[in-house]
C-alpha cells in the first residue's frame, strides 16, 4: 500500500488548484478459485492487481489518471499530469490541506483466510460426490469456491482518509439432470462478505441437495399458464424483480439523465403500503457490505421507498453536486481503474407482517418464482420481461408442480402498486450477485422474504 502521508502529499498537489472535488484511490487485490467439473479438480486460478487512480471534478467536468504499480512518485506526477490537462483556475493561497482518519461504521469481522487449497478441495469434492448420490438422473457435477479480497486507501477532497479490508467469499454449485433425452440445469449459490467460514456456515449437502433437487425436478416441469396470475417471490433470488425493474431507476444518475420512470416522483406514493425498500452498504456480513463508499464517505444505510413512498434516490458525490440530491454514500466503482457511479449495494424489501402460508392458501391458481434467467428492463418505462428458471405452480393453496417456459412482463411501478403481502424478518434472505453497469461489474445483494404480487403477465402456453 501507499504511505498516508505521501497520500496527502498527492492532495496538496491537487489542491494547488480550483476543483470541486478529487478523490485518490488506491486498491491491492487477490483474486483465488478452485473449481471441480465432473469429478475432476481444474487449475487453481491466482491473480493480484495494485494499482492507484485519481479523480478531478473542476466545474462539473470529470478528469481521470490511472496508475499501475503506483509509488509516490508516480502518484504525484499524474497528478500533476492531470490538474494540468484540466481547465481549473489557481487556487487561493493559504488553503492547509489536513486529512482526518474516518472512523469505520463497520468493521470486518475475524475471518478464516484461505491458507491451503485441501482446505476447499475437500469440501467441493463432497458437493460433488452428495449431488450424485442424490439421485442416478444427476449426470453432471459443477462446483467452485471463490475469494477476493482486497484492501484500500481512498483520500478525497474533504480530507477524508479511508482504509478498508474487504473479503468475499462465493461458493457456486450448478447440477444437470437427464432422463429420457431432456436435460435440465439447477444452481445453488451462496456468498458473503467474509472468509471460509462460509464453508462451516453453508456445508456441502446445502448445495449438492439444493441444486440436484430443483434438477431432477424439473424433468417433470409441466408448461406454464399464460395470462395474469397471482405470484409469490420466493426470498433472495426472487428480488432479482425490485432490483432490475426498480432499482436502477432509482439511482441518482438515471434520474438526473431524465432516463428514469422515477424521475420527478419524491414525496409522491408510487407502491402499495407493504413496500419499504431499502439500499444498504452496512449489512453486518452480507455480500455487498463496507465500511466506506468508493470515493471515501462512511457507508451508510438508506431507505428509497417508506410504506409506498419515495423517499430517496441513490447519490454518489458527483450527482449530489450537480442534482442536489442527498448524498448517499453510494459512490461504487468495480477497481481503482474504473470511475465511481451511483450503485446499489444490497438492495432488499424490508420484512413485513404476513404469513407464507397464508399467501399460499389465498392463490386459486398462480406461480411461486424462485430464480429468474436472463431479462430485459426499459429504465424509462420500467417495462420489463424476465425468463423464470425456477419457477412452481401453485394450485388450490398448495404448490403442485414446477414449471417451464415461462416469462414475466411487467412494468416497475406496476410492480410495487401491486404488492399484497411481504412475509417475516425470518424469511429474509439475500442473493450475491454481480450488477452490470457502464461496462463495469460490482458486487450486489438481492434481499427480500416471500413477496405476492397480487397480478403479473406470465407468458407460458
Not at 461504521?105 to 450424485?132: G, N, Y
Not at 444518475?253 to 407502491?271: H, N, T
Amino acid at each position: 500500500m501507499i504511505d498516508r502521508d505521501a497520500l496527502e502529499r498527492v492532495a496538496r498537489e491537487l489542491q494547488k488548484h480550483q476543483l470541486d472535488f478529487f478523490d485518490i484511490y488506491v486498491e491491492d487485490r487477490t483474486d483465488l478459485s478452485l473449481t471441480i467439473e465432473n469429478r475432476k479438480l481444474e487449475r487453481p486460478s491466482f491473480g493480484s492487481v495494485f494499482g492507484a487512480s485519481i479523480r478531478l471534478i473542476a466545474q462539473g467536468v470529470t478528469y481521470f489518471a490511472v496508475v499501475d504499480n503506483p509509488t509516490p512518485d508516480k502518484l504525484i506526477r499524474a497528478a500533476k499530469d492531470l490538474a494540468a490537462s484540466a481547465t481549473v483556475l489557481p487556487a487561493e493561497p493559504g488553503k492547509v490541506f489536513q486529512a482526518t482518519t474516518m472512523e469505520a461504521p463497520l468493521k470486518l469481522s475475524e475471518w478464516v483466510e484461505w491458507e491451503a487449497l485441501s482446505q476447499v478441495r475437500d469440501f467441493l469434492l463432497a458437493v460433488d460426490d452428495l449431488a450424485r448420490s442424490y439421485d442416478p438422473r444427476v449426470s453432471q457435477v459443477s462446483a467452485s469456491v471463490a475469494q477476493v479480497r482486497s484492501r484500500v486507501q481512498i483520500l478525497n477532497g474533504f480530507g477524508y482518509y479511508a482504509e478498508d479490508t474487504r473479503v468475499r467469499t462465493q461458493v457456486r454449485t450448478a447440477v444437470w439432470a437427464e432422463a429420457d433425452g431432456l436435460r435440465e440445469a439447477a444452481s445453488s449459490v451462496q456468498g458473503k462478505s467474509g472468509g471460509l467460514e462460509l464453508l462451516d456456515r453453508f456445508k456441502p449437502d446445502y448445495f449438492a441437495f439444493n441444486a440436484a433437487k430443483v434438477a431432477v425436478a424439473k424433468l417433470n416441469a409441466v408448461p406454464a399458464p399464460a395470462g395474469e396470475f397471482p405470484v409469490i417471490l420466493a426470498p433472495g433470488f426472487g428480488g432479482v424483480i425490485f432490483h432490475e425493474a426498480v432499482g436502477h431507476g432509482l439511482e441518482a444518475d438515471e434520474v438526473g439523465k431524465q432516463v428514469s420512470v422515477f424521475r420527478g416522483k419524491l414525496g409522491q406514493k408510487i407502491g402499495s403500503e407493504k413496500v419499504t425498500l431499502v439500499d444498504s452498504g452496512l449489512v453486518p456480513n452480507e455480500w455487498s457490505s463496507t465500511a466506506f463508499d468508493d470515493e471515501g464517505f462512511p457507508n451508510q444505510e438508506t431507505v428509497l421507498i417508506k410504506d409506498g413512498e419515495l423517499v430517496s434516490y441513490m447519490c454518489d458525490y458527483l450527482w449530489h453536486m450537480l442534482a442536489g440530491f442527498p448524498h448517499t454514500s453510494s459512490g461504487r466503482r468495480e477497481s481503482y481503474a474504473h470511475i465511481p457511479y451511483p450503485r446499489m449495494r444490497n438492495t432488499y424489501l424490508k420484512p413485513g407482517s404476513d404469513n407464507f402460508e397464508d399467501m399460499l392458501l389465498s392463490i386459486k391458481k398462480g406461480v411461486m418464482a424462485s430464480k429468474f434467467g436472463g431479462g430485459q428492463v426499459d429504465p424509462v418505462t420500467g417495462n420489463f420481461i424476465f425468463g423464470v428458471t425456477e419457477g412452481y405452480l401453485i394450485e388450490d393453496g398448495r404448490i403442485t408442480a414446477p414449471i417451464k417456459d415461462v416469462s414475466m412482463v411487467g412494468n416497475g411501478l406496476s410492480i410495487l402498486q401491486n404488492v399484497v403481502a411481504v412475509s417475516k424478518e425470518g424469511d429474509l434472505d439475500f442473493f450475491p450477485g454481480m450488477c452490470g453497469k457502464e461496462g463495469q461489474s460490482v458486487p450486489a445483494a438481492l434481499g427480500q422474504p416471500y413477496v405476492m404480487l397480487s397480478k403479473i403477465l406470465l407468458g407460458g402456453e
